[in-house]
């Protein structure tokens, strides 16, 4: 019962390099979120997505870029990554249709960008 | 505006004790539901306890229970008789219908030490 997995689980970066963060869920979650993590900032939303091909933005999109092209799976891409997405992220998954059911996290992505 | 707040960075208790994390929110919508996940130093997201903001009973778990004051929008976690264990961080989250769609907000968190 692997739940949500994520890949990589850490990464290191240069400064305009481009690179992509995968999850993927294997309870036919239909609903499925990307969240940055920052030390006194909680957890913030970046982009999600209500289906398969479906995404959208969330608090703090910019510099993000998503896919989602089947509905196990979601996609986190950085263009040209920044010091200032130095961060954890977390993917997240959940049953749609109500509001009563927890929300599934992956182990967490530990990036640096020098 | 912040949809969850958490007033609380950190917070020390005695073991054994009981502790209170507070947490409001902040929605305009009827049907909404509010979580508490743990997170420990390793980082993993723990799910710990759930309240419906239709539910007229206050939501347990164990040692974990919602203090739910739908008026006053606070959705307070307590923990009775503290462990060692329970020291973390502790985050207050909303589901709530936006535009057609489910998001699912957290607060900055509460970093919980229980002390010997």
């Known amino acids: 019962n692997a739940g949500v997995t994520q890949t990589p689980k850490f990464r290191v970066l240069k400064t305009g390099q481009s690179m992509t963060l995968l999850c993927a869920q294997d309870?036919?979650?239909?609903?499925m979120y990307w969240y940055r993590q920052d030390p006194g900032m909680g957890l913030r939303l970046i982009h999600y997505s209500v289906g398969e091909g479906t995404t959208a933005k969330g608090e703090v999109p910019d510099g993000y870029n998503v896919s989602r092209l089947k509905k196990q799976n979601f996609l986190l891409g950085l263009e040209s990554a920044a010091p200032s997405q130095t961060s954890v992220y977390f993917c997240?998954?959940?049953?749609?249709?109500?509001?009563?059911?927890?929300?599934?996290f992956g182990q967490g992505t530990r990036l640096t960008v020098v | 505006a912040q949809k969850i707040t958490q007033t609380q960075p950190g917070m020390f208790v005695q073991e054994k004790e009981a502790v209170t994390l507070d947490c409001t929110y902040d929605t305009s919508d009827q049907s909404y539901g509010l979580f508490w996940y743990k997170q420990p130093s390793s980082g993993e997201m723990i799910f710990l306890i759930y309240?419906?903001?239709?539910?007229?009973q206050n939501a347990t778990e164990g040692r974990y229970s919602l203090n739910f004051q739908k008026a006053r929008k606070s959705a307070n976690l307590v923990i009775s008789a503290s462990q060692l264990g329970d020291s973390a961080m502790y985050f207050c989250?909303?589901?709530?219908?936006?535009?057609?769609?489910?998001?699912?907000?957290f607060g900055k968190g509460t970093k919980l030490t229980v002390n010997p």
């Open positions: 989250a909303m589901r709530e219908k936006e535009g057609g769609s489910e998001k699912l907000v």
């Open positions: 309870m036919n979650h239909e609903y």
């Open positions: 309240q419906g903001s239709y539910d007229e």
């Open positions: 997240a998954s959940t049953q749609s249709g109500t509001v009563n059911t927890e929300a599934f």
